[in-house]
């Protein structure tokens, strides 16, 4: 495939994060981000990441996240440069980039900032080396939205789900070379918010993808394992009945044993505050007398995701407030997906 000369002097992509109901933790191969289990997931609209690529005349990239510059050596910028130097590798570039990106939500702290942050990176950094500046112009020349996110990740597993809208599944297939992600339903199939409650902003002290490696140390997880496709063919049930609450009681179910899996794993991996489980008990509290139908969910990090219908979503966030003044309060919906210099498509 020929390498094209970038002809723009910018190229953005806005990438969203996504939030897994059938989690993805744990790998079976890891330098090929092959994960032990399927996931599926919702995209998000209002929690992005905003990647502008030009080039640069240096001796090597510079990146600069949220007005910090990086270095090779810095905790976010270990991946970031190593993401790029593995696109280099794998589709023969050679020029070397200017990269600006800054998140509309508080990194490292349970909303997946590495899922949007590396399908952005991505998705921007491949349009410029290609001078192809859209999704379809790239999808024409080979590089469809399936082959960029197989490239996404590989600098993080999730950012393969965030290059698509609505709701996505990733499959994990046979073999490394096998995995599959596409959308199983548009933003408008099921009108799902997500309303994210952030107890503490500081960074996480373990990583996502050191909590992948421990994993399997857990004697939970062979059991998760083996019941994960039925829990799966439930989830894929609900979705298909649009049954909010049977959707919720499943997701609710796999985020406690998510938190199991990393609780009893070696060394004992926490990520939920005790802020985090106050509101997890004041939602179910509050569901059990009937006040609304919600239900959490949680990532690697201490914020809750609270899943509720549309119509519900004003009265649950004003609800969350009074009963948590001191956290922050983030209404998000299902969305469309990425855009690429403005376009979705």
């Known amino acids: 495939m020929a390498i094209h000369a970038s002809t723009a002097d910018t190229v953005t992509a806005e990438t969203p994060a996504n939030i897994a109901l059938l989690k993805y933790w744990g790998k079976d191969d890891g330098a090929r981000q092959w ?3 399927a996931s599926i997931s919702m ?3 209002h929690c992005r990441t905003i990647t502008t690529v030009q080039a640069n005349a240096g001796d090597d990239d510079v990146v600069v996240l949220q007005g910090e510059r990086l270095t090779r050596t810095t905790a976010h910028g270990i991946k970031i440069f190593a993401q790029l130097d593995f696109l280099r590798t794998m589709c023969g570039f050679t020029q070397k980039l200017q990269i600006t990106t800054s998140n509309t939500f508080p990194l490292a702290c349970g909303i997946a900032s590495s899922a949007s942050g590396m399908a952005a990176l991505t998705l921007a950094a491949l349009a410029y080396w290609t001078g192809l500046h859209s999704w379809d112009t790239l999808a024409a020349a080979g590089w469809t939205r399936e082959r960029i996110a197989a490239l996404a990740r590989q600098g993080s597993g999730s950012a393969c789900r ?3 809208g609505g709701l996505v599944h990733w499959q994990r297939g046979a073999s490394p070379d096998q995995q599959r992600v596409y959308q199983l339903e548009d933003e408008n199939y099921l009108r799902l918010y997500d309303i994210i409650v952030t107890p503490e902003l500081a960074t996480k002290t373990v990583s996502s993808s050191a909590g992948h490696a421990r994993a399997h140390s857990s004697p939970l997880f062979a059991l998760r394992i083996a019941g994960l496709q039925e829990r799966q063919r439930d989830l894929l049930a609900a979705l ?8 919720g009681s499943l997701v609710e179910q796999e985020a406690l044993e998510f938190c199991q899996i990393m609780s009893t794993c070696a060394p004992p991996l926490v990520y939920a505050s005790a802020e985090s489980l106050a509101v997890m ?3 179910r509290q509050g569901r059990q007398r009937g006040d609304f139908v919600a239900y959490f969910t949680v990532d690697a990090g201490a914020s ?4 509720c219908a549309a119509s519900a979503a004003p009265d649950i966030a004003a609800a969350i407030r009074t009963a948590f003044p001191q956290h922050g309060v983030i209404v998000d919906r299902i969305g ?3 855009r690429l210099n403005g376009a979705t498509r």
């Open 336 to 338: 469309s997906g990425p």
């Open 281 to 283: 008990t004041w939602l």
């Open 35 to 37: 994960p032990s289990n």
């Open 240 to 247: 298909a009945l649009q049954d909010v609450e049977w959707l």
């Open 43 to 45: 995209t998000l609209t």
């Open 162 to 164: 965030s290059l698509w």
């Open 304 to 307: 809750v995701h609270v899943l």
